[in-house]
């Protein structure tokens, strides 16, 4: 029979100690969270009888997650971050903050900072070979009136599935920008199609995936910011139709609503036109929705972590 000890008053006391619940100091939100996570994983230790191998191979698991910096990679992929998603859609449904575009995951590779245009911009440097991409679009409130002065900021991947910064092997802010929308509310970017990534197969999220009988792969996507006074940040991601990954995503992003149609053009006299080298292209318009935002705390992003910051 299963041995338990959790639920003893002695056990529990020695929680409350351990997690400061007896002194005066430290911060009681913090000591809060603290004691739920010991009273947690003592019942998940007694109640699966987690084995003395199981519970330090996942300590050493912690410590290499860490140390490949993966910790945000892995909660994408357990789903975590799209529960959140989630949640927050409940929350909101129960406020009655309906409508608008959907949100959905920012994923760990945000780098704070990119240049700021007016209106438009080109997002990579030029050495990247992919098909180059037009992405244009509105941003608008929820009555369908466009925003002036609303910031796109966009990020995505290149056609090795990589982003700068985290890949140092690219340019500073090479497909990253901030871009400022004009008076009739619209962005415009050329950049090139990204492509789709997956998970390191060496590192310690694909490790765990694979216990889990599940690939690393996410479809070809752009991440974004959308933000303007008076609005509620949104933080979303655009997949294409017809991505083999597009419901299949190892992170949970793709949402109803955050598809777009990239349509490729070969037209060598269009390409010219367009300052195209070569003879096809891709159109890609997608526009957003912003609520109105009822407090000022909710037109910015989350305080999470971020690699730089802005100037
Ligand atoms: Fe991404």
């Known amino acids: 029979m299963t041995v338990k000890i959790s639920h003893t008053a002695d056990v529990q006391a020695f929680f409350d100690t351990v997690a400061g619940l007896g002194n005066e100091q430290g911060s009681p939100r913090f000591k809060q969270i603290i004691l739920r996570i010991l009273q947690d994983t003592a019942r998940l230790i007694e109640d699966l009888e987690i084995s003395e191998n199981e519970f330090w191979k996942a300590v050493d698991y912690l410590n290499r997650l860490g140390g490949r910096n993966e910790a945000g990679l892995l909660v994408a ?50 050495t990247d070979p992919g ?32 982003y700068s910064y985290f890949d140092s092997t690219q340019s500073e802010f090479n497909l990253r920008r901030r871009i400022v929308t004009d008076a ?8 090139i199609v990204p492509s789709g990534y997956g998970c390191d197969p060496q590192g310690p999220t694909q490790e765990c995936l694979n216990q889990l009988g599940r690939h690393g792969q996410r ?38 609503g955050l598809v777009g149609e990239l ?49």
């Open 77 to 126: 992929g357990l789903g975590i971050e799209h529960f959140i998603d989630l949640l927050q859609d409940a929350k909101d449904e129960q406020a009655g903050l309906v409508g608008g575009t959907p949100r959905t995951i920012e994923g760990p590779l945000y780098v704070a900072g990119a240049p700021l245009a007016q209106g438009e911009a080109r997002m990579d440097d030029g």
């Open 131 to 162: 098909t180059v991409m037009f992405l244009t679009g509105r941003v608008f409130d929820a009555e369908g009136q466009p925003l002036a002065g609303a910031t796109v900021d966009l990020w995505h991947a290149n056609t090795q599935g990589t």
């Open 184 to 191: 009739e509310g619209r962005y415009r970017a050329r950049t």
């Open 219 to 256: 479809p070809a996507h752009v991440h974004f910011f959308i933000s303007a006074p008076g609005y509620r940040h949104l933080t979303t991601q655009i997949n294409f139709a017809g991505d083999k990954y597009l419901w299949d995503d190892f992170a949970y992003a793709t949402r109803d």
């Open 263 to 311: 349509k490729f053009v070969t037209d060598a006299a269009a390409a010219r036109d367009r300052g195209v080298q070569g003879d096809t292209f891709a159109d890609l318009e997608f526009d957003f929705h912003l609520q109105a935002a009822k407090q000022p705390a909710l037109e910015t992003r989350s305080d999470r972590p971020r690699a730089l910051q802005d100037a």
